[in-house]
């Protein structure tokens, strides 16, 4: 009570700050990061609308709701009185139109809403790549509450299912239905296993891992057709060898693309997204464009103008909150960083692995004798810095692997103080001299590494 | 033409339900059982040592066995597929009559020994008690007591659970260690030890159970006990005050109470690895962390307020009176400084704003003068030392501790007791949150908010609030157990000591990318 009414003092009476109403189109980690911060920023009005769910929940959990390891209520990061608590209305509906010149949402039941600004972020929707039968009940993506309502739905008496595309969301599909006994086959179009992005050791690990817990793994093969069974639904997936598997499910998993089919009516300019500049604003004024839906006209080097991940979706909320509240401040997604499980490998990357390298990147690859960890640490040789980590179920420290990528610290430093980055449990074996070893092996140096896994040690070189 | 495809894979080697080997192992502990079964009611034919030692190597066989088809089938990793949908873990039917029966046999082993079989002074024992009769003569060469037969199964129990437990983190070194720890303490130094010491004509003294979670310590009769047992009693009375006061104060700064809660602990043990499946059960809610600061910090001050008294009137052989007005009020008015001392120094660490700063000050100080006026008015302000311990052995010692504290496993969670009612856990988690170098640190920003850590956090800790936005989780109910670390799939967590940051352990805000110095968490 104090606090705000202090607030309303300072912001509202003294600066005479105009209060303005903020509505965002999708309840995501995009658009609530960007309402949390409108809210620590401001007193702006808030509405957050979704069609998907009342509240906000961890997409990247819905998995585990299907496994049994959460409920849905598990997955919600805030409790239900966080959003009146905190003044961010929370409106479920479906937006239709935008009307861009009167600043209205239309929804879908006619009502109207007008907006100060808007921001959208609406997420992405599965690919789909023009298969006959696509479009097939029993056919579904991974990506909202909605898919995971539909396969536990078709989950019962389920004999198989078919999983169509080699990239994260296909083989926490597969998990699932692993998880309760359905036989899975998922079909991969490359060769090995996210081979596009994984260097060739880390995705021939990941097609170990798969087929050691018995996942139907088919590489080289790729989707042809959907059987309909006569009644609209799915039965069999034919391949494009001949193949014929039957099936009561089919996942379509290639990829996502940015869910815009709603903007085609107004004159918001969009590419694969919706374009936006550094300030995380669309060709329309006053209306934002973050996270899975929007595309960077001029993305910073070495990235794509769509980034559908969580971490990027989480900074462009906080960017875009800070644009708004008359800070501003450019999107700067920083070093690049990403994680996934793979069944149970867990997997982190930071800085530029390439599943090509260029010619200047050189790798230092250590695996361990069951093949079921390993540590990949790039460097440029010609330079002599390093650009990039890639762990197998091995856990690295984030802050000091940003530190060493951004101040391109010698890869021999990195040797030596590789300890610094280590993350694993308490007890965990230590591999980093093996790492060094291989180095060593290569570069005909003879380094060796100081035992520092303490915390006082990683904080004093991060405060260095 | 296409062909028909079918795979030469099974979907998951692990069948879905229990195998024949499973359905045989849990026979076999059935057995086990059943054998207590009978033994409780009356079978003479079965009370002999033969019997008992094939009823407790059933149980554990056919737990280890059981659990070995379990998990030794399945690749290693997190194995909690399908923990929401069983009755028994998820507060189905399974769930409330498990509850029950362990509800009622507490109720019955605390307040109704005799329908166990105790035999009581001069009789012998009957029925279960008796059962172990020949464990216990082998041990310390007396009949067995209703805590001895209690004691085995809670051994067992732990044995058993804690190799279940093994078996299913066996990928996790952390998991593995602490677990041997629990069980090395609970077989060695909670029962076998103070069992031996009886027969060497020592007293009973439990060295890993300390004050106030073993509140009896300070009892005239347990002090009269060790003071009267020469060498090794004076030894022992030192060796407790020690552990009080040098021992745990010393390793709770170095690795946070986990060293006790839930490497040590005997119901932290039984909780780490009988109740492991219900571990997420617990209550993760704002409410329930206000409940349970309220709960378990009014039981320090009973505790306190019980053990001071209980003290005094062992040096003052006036054995009713206790805690007069001047000892209350100095009592208050010290304890009421030091939290005061304590938050001011802390203020900035803790994150307190001046409101709450004054409120706490406000309700303090509001609680001073209210006493006061009490002692005033009634002249003769006196708490009677007897009353106080008798309640608590009632309430807390039994009541809370047993019957709630393991009863309520399957719908509360397996730390209700740990998390809302143990004093010792206060004590140290006191001293965890303001004056200890551990803390779980976050993995900068690699946190998905999925919610594993926050719903397998045994004591309710709200996890995931701390890791989304990067902040180190430094908790005073932290039991250092790691699972959250174990089930995060993103590798986010990490349990750490470190000295250089004391102050600042909690700071926020390092997973944000964007610098603004005076960004503050809603």
Known sequence: ?464 | MSQVYKSMSLANPAPPFTDIIQKIAAALGGVGLLFMLLALFGNGSIQNSTWLYTALALIMTGTAVFSWRAYMTKPEGIKNNGVWFASLSSKGLWAWILGVVLTGFYVVLYWYPQYLGLGGKDAVNTGLVAFFDPLSMALKGKPASEWFMYGTLYTVAILSFGIKFILKYRHNKYQVIRTISVMFFQLGFAFLLPEIMQKLNQPYYSFTNMWPLNYYFFYDWNLTKLLDAGNMGLFMLLFGLAMVFIISPTLTFFYGKRWYCSWVCGCGGLAETAGDPFRHLSDKSLKAWQIERWMIHGVLVFVTLMTVGVVYSYFNSDRDLLLTKPIVIGLIVLLGATVIGIVQANRKEINLSKNKLSTIIFIIVAIIILLTIIAYFTGNFVINAGMLRSWYGFLIGAAFSGVVGVGFYPLMGSRVWCRFGCPMAALLGLQQKFFSRFRITTNGGQCISCGNCSTYCEMGIDVRAYAQKGQNIVRASCVGCGICAAVCPRGVLKLENGSVDLRSKTTELKAIHIAEGDVRIL
């Open chain 1, 1 to 464: 009570m104090l606090r705000s009414s202090g607030f309303f003092l300072k912001n509202v009476l003294l600066k005479k700050e105009k209060n303005m109403h903020i509505a965002i189109i999708g309840n995501g980690i995009s658009g609530i990061t960007a309402a949390r911060f409108i809210r620590k920023l401001s007193d702006h009005e808030i509405t957050v609308i979704s069609a998907e769910t009342d509240y906000f929940f961890s997409r990247t959990a819905l998995m585990y709701i299907y496994m049994g390891h959460m409920r849905f209520e598990d997955t919600k990061p805030y409790e239900d009185w966080f959003w009146e608590k905190n003044r961010i209305d929370l409106k479920r509906g479906y937006v239709e139109r935008i009307n861009t010149t009167e600043k209205k949402l239309v929804f879908k039941q006619g009502e109207t809403l007008a907006y100060d600004k808007l921001i959208l972020a609406t997420g992405s929707v599965p690919n789909k790549f023009g298969w006959p039968g696509q479009d097939l009940k029993r056919v579904h993506g991974l990506y909202s509450y909605q898919d995971l309502e539909a396969m536990e739905k078709y989950s019962d008496g389920l004999q198989r299912a078919v999983i169509v595309g080699g990239g994260l969301i296909g083989l926490e599909m597969a998990e699932m239905f692993h998880s309760r006994h359905i036989p899975v086959t998922i079909l991969v179009r490359e060769k090995s296993y996210w081979n596009s992005v994984m260097p060739t050791e880390e995705s021939a690990m990941i097609n170990r891992e798969i087929m050691r817990h018995h996942i139907d793994l088919q590489l080289e093969e790729e989707l042809d057709e959907i059987v309909d069974d006569g009644n609209g639904a799915a039965c069999a997936v034919i391949t494009k060898s001949g193949k014929r598997i039957d099936c009561g499910f089919v996942g379509l998993t290639a990829g996502v693309s940015p869910n815009i089919k709603f903007l085609s009516k107004t004159d918001i300019e969009t590419k694969r997204g919706i374009l936006v500049n550094e300030h995380l604003e669309t060709s329309i004024p006053d209306i934002y464009a973050i996270g899975d839906c929007s595309e960077q006209r001029t993305p910073k080097e070495g990235r794509r103008g769509v980034e559908a991940i969580w971490y990027t979706g989480r900074m462009m909320g906080e960017t875009v909150a800070y644009n708004i509240c008359e800070k501003p401040v450019a999107y700067d997604p920083g070093i690049w960083f990403n994680s996934a499980k793979f069944l149970d490998i867990e997997y982190q990357v930071y800085g530029d692995v390439r599943a090509d390298q260029p010619e200047a990147h050189r790798s230092i690859y250590w695996e361990d004798t069951e093949g079921r960890k390993s540590v990949r640490i790039i460097y440029d040789e010609d330079r002599g810095y390093v650009v990039g980590f890639n762990l197998m179920g091995v856990r690295f420290r984030h802050e000091v692997c940003e530190k060493w990528i951004k101040e391109k610290t010698k890869i021999e430093d990195v040797m030596k103080n590789l300890e610094l980055a280590n993350f694993d449990p308490e007890f965990y074996k230590k591999y980093e001299s093996d790492v060094v070893a291989i180095y060593n092996k290569q570069s005909g140096k003879n380094l060796s590494v100081k035992p520092q896994r303490s915390w006082n040690k990683v904080f004093a070189f991060l405060r260095s």
